[in-house]
């Protein structure tokens, strides 16, 4: 997906990301930055690292540790037409931000009329391995498609991490824009010009015939080593990465479980009342599913993150696991089947080393 | 504007809002006002005292108790009482209702029923208009309830920090819901905790309109020429009624009707009212009641929202 051809450019996630900021702030004064470290010499993993020295002290700063009342100060600015992103290296401190994310950014729009306009950015990070622990990995993405007014993506590669920041930040409503840790040293084709990659459309990411894949976040990419996995024992799995959740594209995955007869769900969260949830229920209940389909889901083990290697392995899904339960559910009848472990690690997952 | 003409201004104001929640309460039993209404009666001065101090471009955010602020900011009669009613011409358009009016045409941003909330929304606003640089101003009403939420002091921090242009105004009437101060302050001292922040800060025991307008114009002025970051007020008052509903509530026993007899005597709406003659005092008292009256009618024959409109403004567009 975005190879680069002859003479592309190849970009990582986090300098995509950091691009993108800097093209929405030249091009619109009312874009700013701010947040804690957003400023420091680390640069938020170098997503926002040069930004207030390109854009000065009013345009890009770093916060008090005051998640709540910062999330206020950037709803206020918005009201008052400005572009706020607001930026927390964790999504597990988003946790602290809720009663204005919920109680005011989410309703403003709608319980004064159409009177004010909220157009924040919240970019927050999930952690994960490197015994990141309970409170550093925690991807909480269902909680805010839960509720009314509040936009959710997840881009899961570089060229989308680009478009979809763009497209936030343009756009009129307070975005949930999650990152994944993980995926900040991802490469592919990243076109030079802004561009927006829009919410609500999920993308094909490989075709299949055999069952529809649908990865969240960074599962987008263990989905994809499991299909390469699956393809060695003859399994062709369709795998589709939503990019946003809320709005969610329920007919491009609808029309791909009706042309493979099978869905896996795989999320970088828990499953109980998670994005799974949501859209196998809303594949189920469509009147436009064809026939029975055999649906599943995947997702963190019903515990909080442990740090333990041998705890963590067993807490998270892997291309492993995921092409484990495809060829169960492709092939109920056959023996139980399970890739070489060797051939299952990402490249990238491989480089990340700690502490953060 | 001579002292005469002030005073016929500071009245009508005091007393707009003194009739509008009484008109409120006189509506309530028939149930045409489906919303839970907080009242102002007792509460006026502060509201009148620091948006008289307000230019119209300048801007208040205020709490679920927000019918006095949204008044005296000029907010539209017709409006709110829409609202009220969950017409579909409301300020909300039947979407807020009495805890979260709003009128942007006036700077008045939407109040919120959860203690606390736009006291950062209404330090982001008063960031943009440093940024904007033109002088103006946020005040930001808040009760004394809400200086024990954590969001509170992260946010005079943050506007203290970076010196922005907004005046915090805690209308203390001494109950959170039925909860007296006693039961919920280690100290009193609330100004003494704000000016640990650096942030000068002023308590108006008797809530005397003139002496809040007279503090409050002194702080605006300071926050203008942009040399100092915010400035605090703690005005003391009192809430004549229930903490919700129309009625009073003395009998209930977490009060005393004394009390009450002591915030009557120091009334500001009879206080600046015995200042004018009699034939002035009942021409505006006749204004007023005919405003309200045509407010009222506005909001009864205006047509509820149609079902369709439970799913516009979700998002913006």
Known sequence: ?356 | MSEQLDLRFLYRKLRQIRRVEEEIARIYPSDKIKSPVHLSIGQESVSVGVCSALRDDDVVAATYRGHAAYIAKGGSLSRMFAELYGKVTGCGTGKGGSMHLVGMDKYILGSSAVVGTTIPISIGYALALKREGSGRVVASFFGDGATEEGVFYESLNFAALHRLPILFVCENNAYAIHSPLKKRWASTQLCERVRTYGIPAISIADSDVLEIRQWASEAIAGLRRSETGPAFLECHTYRWREHVGPNEDYQSGYRSIAELQNWKEKDQVEAIGVRLLPSERAEIDAEIDAEIAAAVDFAESSPFPGPEEVLTHVYAS
């Open chain 1, 1 to 356: 997906m975005y190879t680069p051809a002859n003479g592309q450019r190849s970009l990582r996630y986090v300098d995509a990301l950091r691009e993108a900021t800097i093209q929405e702030m030249e091009r619109d004064k009312s874009v700013f930055l701010f947040g804690l470290d957003v400023d420091d010499h680390k640069g938020i993993q170098g997503s926002t690292i040069g930004l207030q020295d390109r854009f000065g002290p009013e345009r890009v700063f770093g916060t008090p540790l005051s998640e709540d009342a910062m999330t206020g100060v950037a709803i206020g600015a918005a009201m008052a037409g400005m572009r706020p992103i607001h930026v927390h290296i964790r999504m597990d401190f988003v946790l602290l931000c809720m009663n204005q994310l919920v109680n005011m950014a989410a309703k403003a729009h709608y319980m004064y009329g159409g009177q004010v306009r909220v157009p924040i950015v919240i970019r927050c990070m999930i952690g994960k391995s490197w015994g990141q622990g309970a409170q550093h990995s925690q991807a909480l993405h269902s909680m805010f498609m839960h509720v009314p007014g509040l936009k959710v993506v997840m881009p899961s590669n570089a060229h989308d991490a680009k478009g979809c920041l763009i497209a936030a930040i343009r756009d009129d409503n307070p975005v949930l824009f999650i990152e994944h840790r993980l995926l900040y040293s991802t490469e592919c084709y990243v076109p030079e010009e802004p561009y927006t990659v829009e919410m609500g459309r999920a993308r094909i990411c490989a075709s299949g015939t055999d069952i529809t894949l649908v990865g969240i976040s960074n599962m987008v990419m263990e989905c994809l080593r499991a299909r390469d996995l699956l393809s060695e024992v003859g399994i062709s799995a369709e795998v589709i990465d939503p990019i946003s959740l809320a709005p969610l594209d329920i007919d491009a995955i609808l029309n791909s479980v009706n042309r493979t007869g099978g869905l896996l769900v795989v999320d970088c969260a828990w499953t109980n009342c998670g994005a799974s949830a949501e859209i196998l229920a809303r594949i189920s209940e469509s009147p436009k599913l064809h026939g029975p389909v055999q649906m599943e889901r995947m997702g963190f083990a019903f515990s909080p993150c442990p740090p333990s290697p041998p705890l963590e392995q067993a807490f998270y899904p892997d291309p492993s696991k995921i092409a484990a339960k495809v060829h169960s559910m492709v092939r109920p009848l056959d023996r139980e089947w399970s890739p070489d472990p060797e051939k299952t690690i990402l490249s990238h997952e491989l480089q990340f080393r700690g502490p953060f």
